[in-house]
Every structure is written in structure tokens, then in C-alpha cells.
């Protein structure tokens, strides 16, 4: 039986504390419980697919150099986090120099076997991490977002044809429409897309308000991609209530404000009020355009991606496949492991106090 994310952190937590309080009850039990856990929760680490050996993403070795670093900067934003930081404080400040206060060998080597026990315990109810995948897999949730348009003439939506949307040769003059990028994420998501989310400065607002170009770009992008689009103005500007275009199976588009657009925490912070809880349950599923939009944006979206399962893309500039879907290329967010860390703190401090 496939047990749940949520009901691997609860045994583990209730096996964790069972084993500590054995201490409370007789010394020696503990001594022999906690080698007993630590043989268990090597069979379940290994049970979950992680290898004793080598140095890749399934590795206990990888798993090690990602968890120490997690609960050195106190990770206590869950129950499970929480739980495993008042276990190691006891381990480590209390139990351990016990033991080796005492010259009880046994006692000190029965808390080093219970200490790497929650370590490999760990390892089971966080599960090997999923391998990426060359491009980025359908998404039901697509995250993109809008720009000021750079064209003055909506009937340039009438002249173009649904196969200059997918080549990227839709054009005012000599400039490509900067809606290009989110057609085509449209176009490469579309067999399973659901939702689709637009952050939006207040300037850009205020440019969709006057303009309403929206309306005409997903009236073209509904009958090209086959899709019914149930766009949320009201999120927008309050009172104007949904705008339902074209036919075919229904995918809703809605509007997150992001504020100025310039400062990099209010975006992240907007994004998360919306997200939070569709990132906690369906976080692999979403996907962060950040082709569009600027690099304040960009950069808010990947670190508001990066703190889950959602994966983040961007369209190849100049790219010269026919159909601009094909030149989606997948943004890889495994960025960080302890080196990294311990390399950050390090110059994070120095240049604080630098000019002390």
C-alpha cells in the first residue's frame, strides 16, 4: 500500500517519539530500541528507492548533503520539522554529552545509532526525488506573466493566421508581439491545461483596462488550440465579471496583482498569497512561464517555484523551429546543495559586517 506524504511524516513522528521515550522508561530499552530503529529505518530508506552508494539524486549521500543544511537553519515550518529539531536538540546537547560525560560507551553509541535513525527515516517519509525530464512535462497549471502590449492596432489579431501564432510571425511593423511567449505555452500545454494565472502590475492593468486586448488574443487563441477560455476580469477590475470565449473544454484564466512589478518581495509575496495551497497539493503540476514580463518578475516567479515541486520554462529566443511550442526548454530549479550554503552564509556574513 502506497502510503501518503502527510501519513509517512505522522509514523514518522509517532516512531521517532516512541523511541525517545523509551528513555524515560529504562535506559537500556532505549539502548536497544533505538539500534533496532536505526535498522528499521535503513530498510524503509532503502524500501523508498534510495541507494547506499554513489553520488546521484537518489544517493543517501545527496539526501545527507540536502538534509544537514535543512535543519541547520532551523527548518521548523511544520509540524514534522518541528519535530524532528526538538529531537536532534536532544540528541545533541543533552543525551550525547550525557554519554560521553558518563564514559557509557553503549549509551553514547545508542544515541549516535538513534540520531542517524531519524536521518534515515527521513529519507523514507521524503521519498527519492523525481528525475527531470529533457522538456518540461504537460502542466494543468500554467503561471505567466503579462506585459505592457507593444502593438496599437488589436485588428492585428484578424490578419494573422493561426499557424503565424505558432511560428511567432505575428507581427505590427518589424515587431513581434510580445503575447508570442504565452501563445505558445498555451499551445504546448493545452492537453491537460486547467488554469491558467497572469500576474499583472498595476501599470499593465491599467493598459488591459483601456485596451482590452485580451478578449480578442484568447478569441484567436481559443480557436486555434480548441479551447473554451473563461477569463476572470472581476479579479481584474471589480465589477466586469467573466468573459467566456471560443468552445471546446473549458480552461479558466485568472488575474494575480502583483503590485509595481519592481520589488522583487512584493511579487514573490502576491504569488504566494494566491498559490500557496496549490502549490502544497499540485505543486508538480504548475508550471512558471518567465518569458515574459521583466527580470524582477522573473525572478520572483523562480523563487516562489523553487521552494516546491513546480518546475519553471521559458521560450528560446530567435529559436528557428517552425512551431514556437518546440523551443520550450525546461529551467533546471535543483540549484542548491550544502556547499552552496555554506559558501552563501559565509559571504552573506562578510559582506554584512565587512565595513565594520
Known sequence: MKLKSSERRAIGILASFSVAFLLAWNRQVFEFGAVIFLLVSIALARYAGWKIRGEGSDSLLTFLRLFIPKFLVGDVLTLYGISLFVLFAMTLTAWLPDGLEE???????????YTLGLVFLSAWVFGVPRKSTPLPARAKYLVASLSIPNWSDDNVFKRAKCQDFLRGTVYEGDKPLNIIPLYAALAYHRDRLEKVFLLVSNKVAGEIERRRYLERFFSVASKCLGLKFVVNFGELSPGRGECIVGEGRE???????????????????????????????????VVFDITSGTAVISVAMILEAIKGDARAEYLLQNCEKEYKSECIELIELTLFDFEDLVREFREYFERLYEGS
Open 103 to 113: 564514559g557509557d560507551l553503549i549509551f553514547t553509541i545508542s544515541t549516535l545509532a
Open 251 to 285: 480552461v479558466h484564466v485568472h488575474f494575480i496583482r502583483i503590485g509595481s512589478g519592481q520589488d522583487i518581495k512584493e511579487v514573490k509575496n502576491s504569488i504566494s498569497a494566491e498559490l500557496s495551497d496549490l502549490l502544497g497539493k499540485e505543486g508538480s503540476d
